[in-house]
């Protein structure tokens, strides 16, 4: 089983929603979990249905009271037994599909923390973290943390006042809590335990987000509980085609064997 997450900035706004498509068409995933879903949710949903009609995919959806939606998609033969969505305590939002496999019932969550306020980001990370518990459970998406394991201070001093306070606690320290809160509750970093390359996955080399352009980070995860990160395998960024100019971060996908 092969599991991608993206934040596809506003949307796939500008005329980039074909090139998110012609991506994810490639890849063939059989679950994604998008964020940045900007106006998915109106109109009945209509832009949702298209994007997931045109992968041939369900989608679960999960409009947001103050940011933008979140989903998580999933590819026939797989289904979804049980779906729900998080907006009351998330800036964002949290998709939430339970689909059941033949090596059990696999839970996925698509989510996107706070931007702006580490602890807002902190207590976000430590509620998902607590709430979902069961064993074969992934929460993927845009963390906008960066992680306990890395030395930052040399790629912060790139960024302006503005982005570099995003990532810094009162006490003026890198601030990786949010990360670590997902640790400490037993969950994996799968890049970590099996990824390749640097796994940095902002900014894209002609998507935007310029303002991390001399710094490079690692914002988005998948981060497994420890019985079903024993079975990933091959987790990577993807790069180059589409992939360099759909959004600001780049794809981050993972396989999963046994499932």
């Known amino acids: 089983m092969k599991l991608l997450t993206w934040n596809i900035k506003t949307g796939g706004s500008g005329g980039r ?18 964020q ?18 045109a992968l041939g995919m ?19 033969p797989l289904r979804v037994s049980e779906r729900s969505a998080v907006r009351w305590r998330l800036h964002h939002a949290a998709a939430v599909a339970t689909i ?56 912060l001093a790139r960024l302006s ?14 601030d990786t809590r949010a990360v670590a809160a997902f640790r400490a509750a037993g969950f994996q970093d799968l890049w970590r335990t099996a990824g390749s390359g640097d796994g940095l996955t902002v900014p894209t080399s002609k998507g935007g987000g310029q303002e991390f352009s001399n710094a490079g980070m690692r914002l988005d995860y998948l981060m497994a509980r420890p019985a079903l990160a024993a079975k990933a395998a091959d987790a990577r960024v993807i790069r180059g085609d589409e992939a360099e100019w759909a959004s600001d971060h780049y794809p981050l996908a993972v396989t999963f064997r046994g499932l």
């Open 17 to 34: 929603l074909d090139a998110v498509l012609t991506l994810l068409a490639r890849e063939r995933p059989d679950v994604v979990a998008l």
């Open 36 to 53: 940045e879903l900007r106006d998915f949710h109106r109109h009945d949903g209509a832009r949702m249905a298209y994007l997931a009609s």
């Open 58 to 76: 369900t989608a679960v959806l999960a409009p947001s009271l103050f940011g933008q939606p979140v989903a998580v998609l999933v590819r026939p």
């Open 100 to 155: 059941p496999t033949g090596g059990g019932e696999l839970t996925v969550v698509s989510t996107h923390l706070n931007p702006f306020r580490p602890y807002r980001r902190l207590r976000e990370a430590t509620w998902l973290a607590h709430r979902y518990r069961a064993p074969l459970t992934v929460i993927a998406g845009d963390l906008n943390s960066l992680d306990p394991d890395t030395q930052h201070r040399e790629r």
């Open 161 to 174: 006042e503005l982005y570099r306070r995003r990532h810094l606690g009162p006490d003026g320290q890198v």
